[in-house]
């Protein structure tokens, strides 16, 4: 059975990342490895991870998304390499369906779940119910739920090993902001598909706790990557994908 290395980023963010990784250990049902990457934390998340069963790295300092996600990476030993967000909660069945989805064909090189309360085009209904309950009834292993997209978010970005070795590690010059827009391209240059799995949705916090600063400063990362994107490419990444979608 094919492995998967989970790479989580974390700074200052215990609360969030205990229960990320409480929720991986309840809900995960095939074969995986942890790596935390921790930047320069002082709120007890480097003692935590220490008292856990995962690999750990954790540098002086803060290196953002990408930098960080790339020590993952180098790090990571699983079939399928998983970047996530550590204000993810994991749902039941939610790596296996999403592998069932990257392993279906030769072509599909990321996948991404759906999710609740969130700015991405991967955001789903508001749950009728409660989040556990729904997500009961919505991760149901269906194929016929599964859709090509043109780009997924990175919050729950899950590759094939054998694009990595193709297209090569994160571009860390999209740091310490976002990295998906870039990755995504240069895969779908290389001929790799991008999937939405329809029939796994996980729980975002950031998304559900809006906070006014903290979306302040995101946007300012993303206008910030959007320049760096139009730069490299000569054509800004929204563009791009309205194009390529058609």
């Not at 990342?17 to 998340?45: A, N």
């Not at 085009?121 to 859709?147: H, V, Y």
């Amino acid at each position: 059975m094919k492995m998967t290395s989970i790479i989580i980023t974390n700074t200052n963010g215990l609360p969030l990342l205990q229960r990320c990784l409480q929720s991986i250990q309840k809900y995960t049902d095939t074969p995986y490895e942890i790596i935390v990457v921790d930047g320069g934390s002082t709120d007890g998340s480097v003692e935590y991870c220490r008292q856990q069963q995962i690999h750990f790295i954790s540098t002086p300092s803060s290196r953002g998304f990408t930098r960080s996600f790339n020590l993952g990476l180098h790090l990571g030993s699983g079939d399928a390499l998983l970047l996530l967000s550590n204000d993810v909660i994991a749902s039941p069945r939610w790596l296996s369906n999403m592998l069932n989805c990257l392993y279906s064909s030769d072509e599909i090189g990321i996948v991404g779940p759906g999710t609740y309360f969130s700015s991405s085009k991967q955001m789903g209904d508001e749950p009728s119910s409660s989040p556990k309950a729904s997500a009961e009834k919505t991760n149901i292993p269906d194929s016929r739920k599964w859709q090509s997209v043109e780009r997924l978010a990175g919050f729950c970005f899950l590759i094939k090993r054998e694009l990595v070795k193709r297209i090569g590690f994160l571009d860390e010059q999209f740091s310490p902001g976002y990295f998906e827009d870039d990755y995504c391209h240069r895969a779908r240059l290389s001929g790799y598909r991008l999937m939405m799995a329809g029939d796994t949705f996980v729980f975002q916090l950031s998304g559900s706790n809006p906070n006014k600063e903290a979306n302040l400063q995101a946007q300012s990362l993303i206008n910030s990557d959007d320049h760096k994107f139009v730069q490299k490419w000569g054509v800004g990444p929204r563009s791009l994908v309205k194009i390529e979608g058609g």
